[in-house]
């Protein structure tokens, strides 16, 4: 068990829909991502926060929009998505400093409509 | 430029036989971290093994272990001993501590192994 944890599993939704991600991390790390699988891409980051605090925004459209109520949980809300934003979104956590290894979460398949 | 190249998209190897993986990277830092991450068919990346710039020895985790060649830039994947359950995508990443990606994890596309019984 990697300690972090993502719901739903799996999500469809309409183009005009409104939808959240959910992470939450039982590390007790200080930092947590918002990565982007698409299907023969790399992974791609989207929003990194440290200590609650957003620190990137890799160019992500608005529909996108990330929440950090605190250093346990992230959201990822969803509106008026494309297609083309279907993919496999994953949550990671790290603690800042030293290795700063990341540990993912399983995931969430999104299929947008 | 590609930060992270993995060469290989897909590996077979046959059970109980070891398999490398190729990472080559890209960095004029002097002090970067790379990682090798498991993607299995469910979606979750699980991390293997870390190695760290300044490391003197390469790093190993049970079976995992690091060929790290920092002359040459090259941070290969040695998988010993594979078992069926080690199927599955495997990606190389890098850290680096001053350069363009401000200390965040940067992918390779990666390499999808599949072990034959």
């Known amino acids: 068990e990697t300690g972090v944890t993502q719901t739903p599993r799996h999500l469809v939704m309409g183009m005009t829909n409104k939808k959240s991600l959910k992470c939450e991390q039982h590390l007790g790390h200080n930092a947590m991502y918002w990565y982007k699988q698409s299907a023969k891409k790399p992974l791609e980051l989207m929003f990194v926060y440290n200590f609650k605090e957003q620190t990137e925004n890799n160019s992500v459209p608005s529909r996108f929009s990330p929440e950090c109520p605190n250093s346990s949980h992230l959201f990822l809300h969803l509106h008026t998505l494309q297609p083309e934003d279907s993919a496999l979104y994953l949550c990671?956590?790290?603690?800042?400093?030293?290795?700063?290894?990341?540990?993912f979460g399983p995931g969430t398949r999104l299929l947008v409509l | 430029a590609q930060k992270i190249t993995q060469t290989q998209p897909g590996m077979f190897v046959q059970e109980k036989e070891a398999v490398t993986l190729d990472c080559t990277y890209d960095t004029s830092d002097q002090s970067y971290g790379l990682f090798w991450y498991k993607q299995p068919s469910s979606g979750e990346m699980i991390f293997l093994i870390y190695?760290?710039?300044?490391?003197?020895q390469n790093a190993t985790e049970g079976r995992y272990s690091l060929n790290f060649q920092k002359a040459r830039k090259s941070a290969n994947l040695v998988i010993s001993a594979s078992q069926l359950g080690d199927s599955a995508m495997y990606f190389c990443?890098?850290?680096?501590?001053?350069?363009?990606?401000?200390?965040?994890?940067?992918f390779g596309k990666g390499t999808k192994l599949s072990v034959k019984p």
């Open positions: 990671a956590s790290s603690q800042v400093g030293g290795e700063e290894t990341q540990y």
């Open positions: 990443a890098m850290r680096e501590s001053y350069g363009g990606s401000q200390g965040n994890l940067i």
């Open positions: 190695q760290g710039s300044y490391d003197e």
